[in-house]
């Protein structure tokens, strides 16, 4: 209600000063047509921002599975004696993230006297930790510190080398110094035969 009586009232003094003679005048009426212009825009609906897609910052335990097994394919099959072959890499568990924090410390120091002068220290710490939090356009989530990479629990290589020790033995090798695992962790077994 404020606003169109504010507009009739706008509307009276355009009327009023049309009508009259000066330069003042006219700059009176543009000023108030600015400010006809600015109550106008309040009335119209707000355009929303449009949002740029974020970057994904994770990707998932089967990317990651994929991409790890592409690579040791292409170690693998570069050792002499392998021949044709195929890799399977099964992970520990998914992507962990540390976030950053903050942490209050407040430390309360009380001194305590007894009658015969013996003074008493007593300290209590308490601390707080919260995250870190940021907007990403969508709402706030925590800052993410740190990714770790999913744990590899074991690697398979089925190729047509595998019938020979040596081969199997540089394969192990090599799986094994790539991905930091031990021995048991790793699956060497012949091709079978195309019918």
Same mark, same amino acid.
């Given at each position: 209600?404020?606003?169109?009586?504010?507009?009739?009232?706008?509307?009276?003094?355009?009327?009023?000063? %049309?009508?009259? !003679?000066?330069?003042?005048?006219?700059?009176?009426? %543009?000023?108030?047509?600015?400010?006809? /212009?600015?109550? /106008?825009?309040?009335?119209?609906?707000?355009?929303?921002?449009?949002?740029?897609?974020?970057?994904? +910052?994770? &990707?998932?335990?089967?990317? $990651?599975? @994929? &991409?790890?097994?592409?690579?040791?394919?292409?170690? +693998?099959?570069?050792?002499?004696?392998?021949?044709?072959?195929?890799? %399977? *890499?099964?992970?520990?568990?998914?992507?962990? $993230?540390?976030?950053? #924090?903050?942490?209050?410390?407040?430390?309360?120091?009380? &001194?305590?006297?007894?009658?015969?002068?013996?003074?008493?220290?007593?300290?209590?710490?308490?601390?707080? #930790? @919260? $995250?870190? /939090?940021?907007? #990403?356009? #969508?709402?706030?989530?925590?800052?993410?510190?740190?990714?770790?990479?999913?744990?590899?629990?074991? +690697? *398979?290589?089925?190729?047509?080398?595998?019938? @020979?020790?040596? *081969?199997? !033995?540089?394969?192990?090798?090599?799986?094994?110094?790539?991905?930091?695992?031990?021995?048991? &962790? +790793?699956?060497?077994?012949?091709?079978?035969?195309?019918?």
């Amino acid at each position: 209600m404020e606003q169109s009586q504010a507009m009739a009232n706008i509307k009276e003094k355009i009327k009023t000063l %049309l009508y009259s !003679e000066g330069k003042v005048k006219i700059i009176v009426l %543009l000023g108030l047509c600015g400010i006809a /212009l600015i109550l /106008l825009s309040e009335l119209l609906p707000k355009q929303s921002k449009k949002q740029e897609p974020q970057p994904q +910052v994770s &990707q998932t335990n089967a990317a $990651y599975a @994929s &991409q790890l097994e592409d690579k040791i394919y292409a170690l +693998v099959t570069s050792i002499d004696g392998v021949g044709k072959a195929r890799v %399977l *890499v099964t992970l520990e568990s998914g992507v962990e $993230y540390v976030y950053a #924090n903050a942490e209050k410390k407040i430390t309360d120091v009380t &001194q305590d006297y007894s009658e015969n002068g013996v003074k008493k220290l007593h300290e209590k710490d308490n601390s707080e #930790n @919260s $995250y870190i /939090l940021v907007d #990403n356009g #969508n709402g706030k989530e925590a800052l993410i510190k740190t990714q770790i990479e999913p744990k590899v629990k074991g +690697v *398979v290589v089925v190729c047509e080398g595998a019938e @020979s020790i040596e *081969v199997e !033995e540089r394969i192990i090798n090599a799986v094994k110094t790539a991905l930091d695992l031990s021995s048991t &962790q +790793v699956c060497i077994t012949k091709m079978a035969a195309e019918k």
